[in-house]
């Protein structure tokens, strides 16, 4: 029988945030903890990128998205599909093998806005005036996603939005902008409201959603859950005030944990826990203003150095758990280096899915440390890391980083006070590598010391980059 598979895909949350991760996390996670106690936790296991939606269009491709033409950052509202049509995105996949599939919740990666364009359409023009809304816009159909139901941005420029985080002085909080639903393409009540939507209604909504979709559809089914949680703006639904001692942030993860439970409980009611597998991880490492949280005696990135955006470890460095019955060994935690494109590879090795040489080209099986009887035809010997925006890349081979943009885009917001207490030593070069076995904290820059280790790496890395996959890449 093949296993349900959902994956959850959390938003802007550090590996320090849930308490499976980080004892000393002022957030208490019992939800998620229970997928770990129940299942397998990787501590070393990385997102695609340093920002949402690169992560995102990695994660369900199995590629880096360095490598394609738009390359970094985020889509702006407006944008065509990033993933491009003829590529068999996971979903696609999936629904090939028999699987319905569902998405709920944010999206990110662009949508179909040119078949609903209205004519002398300029430029990405969104607004009525160049898009009819009575047309369907969809954002994951032509990618394996039966149903959908998702917001879509439209940006700070179109609408500004404000929630009461926003006058919150301890909440260091930025303003929002419009978004609005779409479900199956279509825009709820026609043209947008922005100022009807809430971030707090729609997070509760997609969640119930999700719910309600596992107990109406017959296995087997993939459901990806992508709630806006914990990014800004922090609007925990009102059950969750106070439950933490880290405000509006503290509280939006507690509710992110809640929703993991009503997953569960959806499940269990449905007696599909036993023939699901989830999947539980992040786009990328936690905001910026999660370093003024360690004055509060939480660390969003546990020991690592750097937030979203960075190159350092904190910044892509994330929670990945992967609950499900068949795990040979339950509770257990592996150091195994993965990155969220491996799950690609790993799902198609589940269902005995070939890859061909253009899908998935930055994706590894790791089915083996799932099942220690199952052999794996080749294992991920290195990373590439990319800093979302600067579109900088570093390479991680064995304990050795090597990274070609010291500061990452966030580089000069690393409180003085943070680097004075951790012993980072001040450089001045233009590339740094460290050794994350001596120094996890990535503080002291070891270039100088080892330029034979630095251009092994970028050799490496030149290759890697060159030849346009890391699977089934040679390197000697």
Known sequence: MK?????????????????????????????????????????????????????????LTGQYSWRTDRKSGNPPPGTQPWIKKGRVALPEMLQQKGYT??????????????????????GLDTSPRGIDYTKPI????????????????????????????????NAYEKVDGGRWYFVNGMS?????????????EAQMHYIERTVDWIKSNDSPFFIYYAPHIPHWPHVPAKQFHG????????????????????????????????????????????????????????????????????????????PFIIRWPEISNPGSVTDRLVCQTDIYATVADLLDVSLSKDCAEDSFSFLDELLPEHCVKEQRELAIYHTGFSNKLAIRKGDW????????????????????????????????LFDLNSDMQQTTNLAVEHPEIVENLLRHLR?????????KCVIN
């Open 188 to 200: 709820r009540g026609g043209d947008p409201n922005f100022s009807a939507f809430d971030m707090e």
């Open 3 to 59: 296993p349900n598979i959902i994956l959850i895909y959390a938003d802007d949350l550090g590996y320090g945030d849930v308490s499976c991760y980080n004892p000393d996390s002022k957030i208490s996670t019992p939800n998620i903890d229970r997928l770990a106690e129940e299942g397998i936790r990787f501590a070393d296991a990385h997102a695609p990128d340093t920002v949402c939606s690169p992560s995102r269009y990695g994660i």
């Open 401 to 432: 980083v090597l990274i070609d943009d010291p500061s990452g885009d966030n580089g000069e917001q690393e409180p003085e006070w943070l680097c004075r207490e951790r012993g980072v030593v001040p450089h001045e070069l233009g590339v740094e």
């Open 243 to 318: 439950v933490t001692s880290l405000g509006y942030y503290g509280d939006f993860v507690a509710q992110l944990d809640w929703a993991v439970g009503q997953i569960v409980d959806a499940l269990e009611s449905s007696d599909e826990l036993e023939n699901t597998v989830i999947i539980f991880c992040s786009d990328n490492g936690p905001e910026v203003q999660t370093y003024d949280y360690h004055k509060l005696g939480h660390a969003s990135s546990g020991d690592w150095r750097g937030v979203k955006r960075d190159a350092w470890e904190g910044g892509h460095r994330t």
């Open 101 to 122: 599939t569902a998405v709920f919740g944010k999206w990110g990666l662009g949508a179909d806005w040119n078949s609903a364009a209205k004519p002398g359409r300029e």
């Open 463 to 471: 290759k890697a980059v060159q030849a346009g996959r890391t699977r």
């Open 138 to 169: 969809f954002a994951g159909k032509d990618f394996g996603f039966s149903h959908e139901e998702v917001h879509l941005w439209y940006g700070k420029e179109v609408h500004q939005t404000t929630y009461p985080c926003h006058s919150d002085p």
